[in-house]
């Protein structure tokens, strides 16, 4: 999905697509490192592409495209959904809008279609700010940050949100890449994921409670085949490397490449989606939505995994992806 009009550096953020029109994910930061390249976009501080060589590492979206089915979205002040957009906190109930009104829930949190401000952009790394103010159902201010950065071990990425309120406010993070091989569809790839436990959900998608991945199709500790199964849901007590990262794989049939995304120990939860019920018919299965997470989905109301930020307090968590060998 190479776009001829992506930015390759820091003094080139494409801003339109020619002739006056204005990109609908806004201004394009490209980084470099090797053969690597990263593309960010102004709209929500988003990673809308991500290769190595002529090698797709993400099932993102061309220049030209409105971003569809979270792609590459940052989720801030939560990820996944709120039931019924409805919580309370403090002894207060607050009611957000419904982003996701077909379920009748909230969804990814309120930054990812925000305009981000990059406040520094160098050949291998670019830094966003956001400002998050008080809206509906949301009365706090977060400043907000993203770091991405490109070096040998492919690229990472690092959230930070900071409250700037006089009273505490729940928080958690995510961010929805699709990982890909360059396949067209999923289903022949092999797939690992190192959840012990996922979270089984309901209609609305909020979780029913927790069970053991044991003699499930939701097993995946081991790599294989993914096959026809559909999955949409969140995985936790992930098993962690010595360096405190959760690693999903996604490898080529033959094991001749293949891509590989860590979470470190601020991210509890991974969400794994094979993308069946997407929107767009043509996106279904061709990418594995891996979506690192701070807290369980619907943890507004369960609490699960949520962080309550104090005033002037900052929370901080980083993941990232690498191109991964054969093996």
């Known amino acids: 999905m190479a776009d001829p009009q992506a930015a390759t550096g820091p003094a080139s953020a494409q801003q339109d697509g020619g002739e006056g029109q204005v990109f609908p994910s806004g201004r394009q930061y490209g980084i470099r490192h090797g053969d690597q390249l990263a593309v960010i976009t102004e709209v929500g501080g988003a990673l809308r592409e991500y290769r190595h060589g002529d090698r797709p590492l993400i099932d993102g979206y061309g220049a030209g ?52 401000r990059a406040d520094s952009h160098a050949e291998d790394r670019v830094s966003f700010s956001y400002t998050l103010h008080a809206c509906q159902g949301w009365e ?10 490109l070096d040998d071990g492919g690229l990472s990425v690092r959230t930070t949100a900071t409250n700037r309120s006089p009273t505490a406010c729940p928080y958690g ?12 569809a999923i289903d022949a ?4 994921v190192p959840g012990d436990t996922y979270l089984p959900v309901d209609e609305a ?11 499930t199709p939701y097993d995946l500790r081991s790599l294989q085949e993914l096959g026809a ?4 849901v969140a995985y936790t007590d992930l098993s962690r490397d010595p360096d405190g990262r959760a690693r999903v794989r996604l490898i080529r049939p033959d094991r001749s490449a293949g891509v590989e995304l860590w979470a470190d120990e ?10 069946d019920t997407l929107p767009q018919p043509e996106r279904r299965r061709t990418g ?6 701070t807290c369980a989905p619907d943890a507004f109301n369960s609490g699960e995994g949520l962080v309550s930020l104090e005033p002037g307090q900052t929370h901080s968590a980083s993941w990232g992806i690498n191109p991964f060998p054969a093996l």
Request: include cysteine; aromatic fraction near 10%; glycine fraction near 16%.
């Open 65 to 116: 495209e409105i971003c569809t089915g979270g792609r590459g979205q940052p989720l801030i002040p939560w990820p996944n959904r709120i039931g019924r957009g409805s919580y309370t906190w403090a002894g207060r109930q607050l009611q957000l809008d419904l982003s996701e009104p077909d379920k009748g829930g909230a969804i990814h949190g309120l930054t990812r279609w925000a305009n981000w």
């Open 140 to 149: 706090w201010v977060l400043d907000c940050r993203l770091d991405y950065l």
């Open 173 to 184: 993070t995510g961010a929805h890449p699709y990982l890909s091989t360059g396949a067209a």
């Open 189 to 192: 790839d092999l797939a690992q």
């Open 205 to 215: 998608g909020l979780p029913l409670g927790r069970k053991p991945v044991e003699g």
């Open 229 to 232: 199964r559909q999955i949409d």
């Open 266 to 275: 601020g991210y509890r939860y991974l969400e794994i989606f094979t993308g």
């Open 288 to 293: 594995l939505g891996v979506e690192p997470m």
